[in-house]
């Protein structure tokens, strides 16, 4: 309950829980009403009720024509290349990655980043599968997800586990080919992501008011609507708002840019808390327009960077970072970690906040075309698969 108002989790917590008391009802009446009852042809649920009673975290029951339409867009066949490759490749889960904190050539950061090339490719398993039908793809992205249910072990760090939302909405894209067991057991795998970062959140976990804890949220919000379970929902609905409040300032600057003194680290906060609120849109709820006591939120932290991403104003990376880990990284060379900040990083972030508010569309296409530099897929083709309900 928010605010007087009954959410979409708790209505369809409740339906559940209408659902099963029916159910029961009627199994005990069953025996005593077959003696007395005609015969009547039973009728089996449609397959779009199934799914649209199916939780989901970004993607839930679409129109299959609108998925095979996009097996025409230009990037379809990089998808079906690399989904291609998976095919003929065995998983590389892992029990642990760790990449937070270290330079490139160390030993842990390429194990890790190798393993993690299992990401991309079992979503691109999961789109192409969307864009054919074609079983072989899901069933071979299962094997992935398995893999990676039965070998992985959270740590609870958010830098080294932010991109298993891939996995998240690879799960969403091939549910309806998941056995009854695979499901338990990948979405126990996301349960345990969920309560485990939000018990972490429920504390004080480090960087509790930085881009940490907007990878935390993000990770927590799609496992929890991934699952369904309301409490869960109700948690991660409260950590982003705890968020908002300890992170953006009153002019919409956040923590980070204060702290990194880069603008590398105010899209890499918001990103992945947009990404939160957009999962929350997909299920009715309006995250992105929460604002703190200050009056601020993610909305008003978008149009801060506004200045920076048109090219109105630039800004010089890390010059007076108060971690020096940004140092080290700029002095091996890392790229993006000194110098004038590169607008094409906030293309995800414009494209993200316009599918949340369609009066970033204008700008957001004004970059993307200036830089030439195209949002994540997933992101894009968000909006192509449902183009009446989202943003632009």
Known sequence: MVGGLVTSSERQARLIRHTLTLTTLMAALGGEAAAHAPSQPQVEPSTEAVQAARPYAMFGPTASDAWTRLAQAPEAAAVLERAQLGLGRPPGAIPV???????????????????REDFPITLSLALAYRLTGDRAYA???????????????????????????????ATDLIDDTLSAEARTR???????????????????????ITNWQSHR?????????????????????????????????????VHDFHERDAIHYVTYNLDPLMTAALAAHRHGEDWFSWRNASGAGAREAVTWLLPYAAGERSHQEFVNSRIKFDA?????????????????????????????????????????????????LWIDWSRRISPSTEGC
């Not at 990655?97 to 393993?115: C, N, Q, V």
């Open 328 to 376: 080290d990284r700029a002095r091996v060379g890392q790229p993006g970690y000194e110098g004038t900040w590169d607008r094409a990083g906030a293309v995800n972030t414009l494209q993200l906040a316009s599918l949340l508010d369609p009066r970033f569309c204008e700008p957001a296409t004004a970059l993307q075309e200036a830089t030439q530099r195209a949002p994540a």
């Open 186 to 208: 990948i979405d126990g795998f996301w349960h345990r992501l969920s309560s485990g970062y939000l018990a972490e959140m429920d504390g004080t976990p480090i960087n509790a």
């Open 97 to 115: 990655i760790h990449t937070e904190g270290t330079l490139p050539g160390r030993g842990i950061r390429e194990i890790s980043s190798r393993a």
């Open 139 to 169: 069933e071979r992205a299962q094997i992935y997800l398995l893999a990676w249910a039965g070998t992985y072990r959270w740590s609870f760090n958010p830098i080294d586990e932010t991109a298993f939302d891939t996995l998240i909405m």
């Open 217 to 253: 949220i993000k990770l927590a919000t799609l496992s929890a609507f991934r699952t369904g379970d309301p409490v869960l929902i109700d948690r991660a609905r409260a950590a982003y708002r705890r968020h908002v409040t300890a992170n953006i300032l009153a002019d919409g600057s």
